[in-house]
């Protein structure tokens, strides 16, 4: 009799695939649009981009043959990444990489050339924060093929994060409004028009909403060029969550010396993570006064937005998933909510396990504020108790009402964050949770195998020899970074007259 076991369809299953995560910036043209010059024998553009190092895009003979992808917005491009096709390597020498606006290949701007690359190899161009929507690779000459097996873009989304955001000041000179320092005008017009202003008093400030967590490269500072150049002398650009002390007490990007008359000065804020930019100046008797502020960096991930939420009861439509919706609506309409009850809890399924380094937490604004006081934050893998039992990330005394508080996590690692208020007669409503950190620390897969075998698999020893031939035929198509297991011993199942037609293929 022969022995069948029932191990792999690719579903819930008993072989699982760890993958370690490198924490890595994303590769931006994977959302993007790819076209090129000609398509030879189905080698359409978008193999360059399917993540196997088998496949790849490949045109017909040509003139100046040319690949491209459209980033779909303006990115400020760090790097590019181009790996070469494993059989007629040559088909990349000499091609030239433009970064640009243009769908003109050749008005964009040259960001490096591939003299040679080797079968299979990888090549990464510095671009040093080259703007573009379009990423161009093309080969000059003719009689030429160009073939790309895969393509990679990464950046960070270009642009001025403060237009379109929310400003607010201490007060307010005349009708210099706090707005008027993000209009886009750094200063053709500044005199009486383009300028904000607060009057003349203790520790002045001005604060921009940029309606969510960025990390912020850049702050440009315009001053005013009419007159009182001296009064920006001292002030402080804070970035952070808080808004406690009206913003004050967030982490200090810099402190502006001086600037001089109509000029722009930039200050470096090295990815400091916030919503919140303010500029205050400390002291009596003083005024600020800013006629442009300019923020430049990236949208910190929310990873709250990919996750799965669930919460331990539910109050009318207040559904578990509102908590993560990144709505500012809140009153009705935007926050989860439990019944009354002992212990209530809510819970953010990750996906994946990460290292948190911090929870952003939105109290209600329309009632009940307290309602949040006493709340724990838990990180960790455990489900038991409905995650009750994962560490303490930090324990909530209070939040304002209508405020977001952040709360460090310093990297503990968990795929759930749980949020629950113990005793009795409890209610738990939470108007935004936003969890930031890295990872995926783990990659997770598992694969179900179904394949016929006179091999007793109960026998570790056949077992490991299963994985190491899977391990051999990851690394041949080019995935070397994975840890291979069994999670369950495969069950056997026996008959006398095996169906041949069950398995296109079989592992002995």
Same mark, same amino acid.
């Given at each position: 009799m022969?022995?069948?076991?029932?191990c792999?369809?690719?579903?819930l299953?008993f072989l699982?695939i760890?993958?370690?995560?490198?924490g890595?910036e994303?590769?931006v043209?994977?959302?993007?649009?790819t076209?090129?010059?000609s398509?030879s024998?189905a080698?359409?553009?978008?193999?360059a981009?399917?993540?196997?190092?088998?496949?790849?895009?490949h045109?017909?003979?040509?003139?100046n043959?040319?690949?491209?992808v459209?980033?779909?917005?303006?990115?400020r491009?760090n790097?590019v990444?181009?790996t070469?096709r494993p059989?007629?390597?040559?088909?990349?020498n000499?091609?030239?990489i433009?970064?640009?606006?243009?769908?003109d290949?050749?008005s964009?701007?040259?960001c490096?050339v591939?003299?040679?690359?080797?079968?299979?190899?990888?090549?990464t161009v510095?671009?040093?924060?080259m703007?573009?929507?379009?990423m161009v690779?093309h080969?000059p000459?003719?009689?030429?093929i160009?073939?790309?097996?895969?393509a990679?873009?990464?950046?960070y989304?270009?642009?001025?994060?403060a237009i379109?955001g929310a400003?607010?000041?201490?007060?307010?000179?005349?009708d210099w409004?706090?707005e008027?320092?993000v209009?886009?005008? =750094? @200063?053709?017009? *500044? %005199? &009486?028009?383009? $300028?904000? /202003? +607060?009057? #003349?008093?203790?520790? !002045?400030w001005?604060?921009?909403?940029?309606q969510?967590v960025y990390r912020?490269?850049?702050?440009?500072v315009t001053?005013?060029?009419?007159c009182?150049?001296?009064?920006?002398?001292?002030?402080?650009?804070?970035?952070?969550?808080?808004?406690e002390?009206n913003?004050?007490n967030?982490h200090?990007?810099a402190v502006i010396?001086a600037i001089p008359?109509?000029?722009?000065?930039?200050?470096s804020?090295?990815?400091l993570?916030?919503?919140?930019v303010?500029i205050h100046?400390?002291?009596?008797?003083?005024?600020?006064?800013?006629?442009?502020?300019?923020?430049y960096?990236?949208?910190?991930?929310?990873?709250?937005?990919?996750?799965a939420a669930i919460?331990?009861?539910?109050?009318a439509d207040w559904?578990?998933?509102k908590?993560?919706? =990144? @709505?500012l609506? *809140? %009153? &009705?309409?935007? $926050?989860? /909510? +439990?019944? #009354?009850e002992?212990? !209530?809890?809510w819970?953010?399924d990750?996906q994946?396990v990460y290292r948190?380094s911090k929870?952003v937490v939105?109290?209600?604004?329309?009632?009940?504020?307290?309602q949040i006081?006493g709340?724990?934050?838990r990180?960790?893998?455990?489900?038991?108790?409905?995650?009750i039992?994962n560490?303490i990330c930090?324990v909530?005394?209070?939040?304002?009402a209508g405020?977001?508080?952040?709360?460090?996590?310093?990297?503990?690692?968990?795929r759930?964050?749980?949020l629950i208020?113990p005793?009795?007669m409890?209610i738990?409503?939470?108007?935004?949770?936003?969890?930031?950190?890295e990872?995926?620390?783990?990659?997770?897969?598992f694969v179900k195998?179904?394949?016929h075998s006179s091999?007793?698999?109960?026998?570790?020893t056949?077992?490991?020899n299963v994985?190491?031939?899977?391990?051999s035929?990851l690394?041949d198509?080019?995935?070397?970074?994975?840890?291979?297991?069994w999670?369950?011993t495969p069950k056997?199942?026996v008959k006398q007259?095996a169906?041949?037609?069950r398995c296109?293929?079989?592992?002995?």
């Amino acid at each position: 009799m022969k022995k069948l076991y029932k191990c792999l369809w690719i579903l819930l299953g008993f072989l699982l695939i760890e993958e370690m995560a490198r924490g890595q910036e994303e590769n931006v043209a994977l959302w993007g649009k790819t076209s090129q010059s000609s398509t030879s024998d189905a080698a359409y553009p978008d193999l360059a981009l399917d993540g196997l190092l088998n496949t790849w895009s490949h045109t017909n003979t040509e003139t100046n043959p040319w690949w491209r992808v459209d980033l779909l917005k303006v990115y400020r491009v760090n790097r590019v990444t181009i790996t070469n096709r494993p059989t007629f390597a040559d088909r990349i020498n000499g091609a030239v990489i433009c970064i640009g606006n243009f769908l003109d290949i050749y008005s964009n701007t040259i960001c490096g050339v591939i003299s040679t690359l080797g079968a299979g190899a990888t090549a990464t161009v510095s671009c040093g924060g080259m703007e573009g929507r379009y990423m161009v690779v093309h080969i000059p000459g003719d009689q030429q093929i160009l073939s790309i097996a895969e393509a990679g873009v990464y950046g960070y989304l270009a642009g001025n994060r403060a237009i379109g955001g929310a400003t607010i000041q201490s007060s307010t000179s005349a009708d210099w409004v706090a707005e008027r320092a993000v209009d886009g005008n =750094r @200063g053709l017009q *500044q %005199l &009486y028009t383009g $300028c904000s /202003s +607060t009057l #003349n008093e203790t520790e !002045p400030w001005w604060r921009l909403d940029l309606q969510d967590v960025y990390r912020v490269n850049k702050v440009v500072v315009t001053n005013r060029k009419d007159c009182c150049t001296e009064q920006i002398n001292g002030a402080e650009i804070h970035i952070g969550n808080s808004l406690e002390n009206n913003g004050i007490n967030n982490h200090i990007c810099a402190v502006i010396p001086a600037i001089p008359a109509g000029e722009s000065y930039n200050y470096s804020c090295d990815g400091l993570d916030g919503r919140y930019v303010i500029i205050h100046i400390p002291g009596d008797w003083k005024i600020l006064a800013l006629c442009e502020v300019e923020v430049y960096g990236y949208l910190a991930e929310n990873l709250a937005v990919a996750g799965a939420a669930i919460q331990s009861s539910t109050s009318a439509d207040w559904f578990a998933e509102k908590a993560i919706d =990144r @709505g500012l609506q *809140q %009153l &009705y309409t935007g $926050c989860s /909510s +439990t019944l #009354n009850e002992t212990d !209530p809890w809510w819970r953010l399924d990750l996906q994946d396990v990460y290292r948190v380094s911090k929870v952003v937490v939105t109290n209600r604004k329309d009632c009940c504020a307290e309602q949040i006081n006493g709340a724990e934050i838990r990180i960790g893998n455990s489900l038991e108790k409905n995650g009750i039992n994962n560490p303490i990330c930090a324990v909530i005394p209070a939040i304002p009402a209508g405020e977001s508080y952040s709360y460090s996590c310093d990297g503990m690692e968990g795929r759930y964050v749980n949020l629950i208020i113990p005793g009795d007669m409890k209610i738990l409503t939470l108007c935004e949770v936003k969890v930031y950190g890295e990872g995926p620390c783990l990659k997770r897969s598992f694969v179900k195998l179904l394949f016929h075998s006179s091999k007793d698999l109960t026998d570790s020893t056949i077992r490991e020899n299963v994985l190491k031939q899977l391990g051999s035929a990851l690394a041949d198509r080019g995935i070397t970074d994975v840890t291979l297991r069994w999670s369950q011993t495969p069950k056997q199942e026996v008959k006398q007259n095996a169906d041949k037609r069950r398995c296109d293929s079989s592992m002995q």
